[in-house]
C-alpha cells in the first residue's frame, strides 16, 4: 500500500511540473508575446475562444458531452470572436509592432491553455486548488528562470513603490487569486462550462483598453461583442429554466 502510494505521488508530482511548465513557461509567455507585438484588446479577444479548445480537449481527455443549448452557445459565441477578428483594420499599422505575429501567439496561447484547464481539472480533483495552482505555478516559474538565466536575461527591475505594486497585482491577484476562483468554479461545473465565462472578456478587456490604451473597436467588432454577451446570456438562461 505504501509502494502504491508513493508511485501516484511521484506521478502526480510529475504531472504538475508538466501542467506548470505548460501554462507558465508556454501559455502564459505566448500570452505575453502577443501583447507585446500586437494589441491588448486583440488578445483577450482571441484567449476568449478557450471555450471552443476546451469543449474539444474535454471530449478525449474529460470524456465530457456538450448538450444542444451548450453547442448553441458555444457556435453563435465563436461567430462574434470571429467577426471581432476579422473586423480589425490596423493590421498592417506601424503602431504596432507586428500584428499578425501578436495574433498568431495569441491563438497559440488560448490553445495550451484550453489544455491546461482540462488537464488541470482532475488533479484539482484528487490534491484541491490550492495545492495544485500553488505547485504547478512554482515549478513553472522555476523553469522559467532557468530558461532565462540560461538566455543571459536578467530579471532585476527597479525596486520602486510603482513596480512593486505591479509585481504584486501581477503575482497575487492575477496569477493567485484569479486562478484559484476560476479553479474553484471548475469544481463546481464541467470544464467547458466554466470555461464559457470567457466570453465576457472580450467586452471588459476591449472597454479597458479603449479607456487606458486608446484601442479603438470598428463597428463589426462591436457587432462580434454583442453576439458574445448574447451567447453568454442565452446560455445562462437555459440553464436557469432547466433547474428545477
Keep these: 500500500m505504501v509502494q502504491t502510494k508513493q508511485r501516484l505521488s ?3 508530482l510529475l504531472k504538475l511540473s508538466a501542467l506548470g511548465f ?33 469543449s474539444v480537449f474535454a471530449i478525449f481527455f474529460l470524456k ?3 448538450n444542444r443549448i451548450q453547442l448553441i452557445s458555444l457556435f453563435v459565441g465563436i461567430a462574434g470572436l470571429i467577426l471581432i477578428i476579422f473586423g480589425e483594420g490596423e493590421l498592417y499599422q506601424h503602431r504596432y509592432l ?6 498568431l501567439c495569441a491563438i497559440l496561447a488560448c490553445i495550451t491553455f484550453a489544455l491546461y484547464t482540462v488537464l488541470t481539472k482532475r488533479l484539482i480533483a484528487q490534491h484541491g486548488n490550492l495545492v495544485t495552482n ?61 470555461s464559457i465565462y470567457f466570453f465576457l472578456k472580450p467586452a471588459l478587456a476591449s472597454l479597458l483598453a479603449y479607456l487606458f490604451l486608446s484601442e479603438h473597436l470598428q463597428i ?25
Excluded at 43 to 53: E, G, K, R, W, Y
Excluded at 149 to 162: I, R, S, V
Excluded at 174 to 194: H, N, P, R
Excluded at 222 to 235: C, D, H, T
Aim: charged fraction near 10%.
Design 10 to 12: 511521484k506521478s502526480s
Design 22 to 54: 505548460l501554462n507558465v513557461v508556454i501559455s502564459m509567455l505566448l500570452l505575453q508575446f502577443a501583447i507585446y507585438y500586437g494589441k491588448a484588446s486583440l488578445t483577450a479577444i482571441i484567449v476568449s475562444m478557450n471555450p471552443l479548445f476546451v
Design 64 to 66: 465530457e458531452k456538450l
Design 98 to 103: 507586428n500584428l499578425p505575429l501578436g495574433i
Design 134 to 194: 500553488s505547485f504547478a505555478f512554482l515549478i513553472g516559474g522555476l523553469l522559467l528562470s532557468i530558461i532565462n538565466f540560461a538566455l543571459g536575461k536578467t530579471m532585476l527591475f527597479e525596486a520602486t513603490l510603482h513596480n512593486l505594486g505591479i509585481m504584486l497585482y501581477l503575482g497575487a491577484v492575477i496569477s493567485g487569486l484569479a486562478y484559484l476562483l476560476y479553479f474553484e468554479a471548475m469544481k463546481q461545473l464541467s470544464a467547458a462550462t466554466a
Design 220 to 244: 463589426l467588432q462591436i457587432s462580434g461583442i454583442i453576439l458574445v454577451m448574447l451567447a453568454l446570456s442565452r446560455n445562462l438562461y437555459f440553464r436557469r429554466i432547466s433547474q428545477p
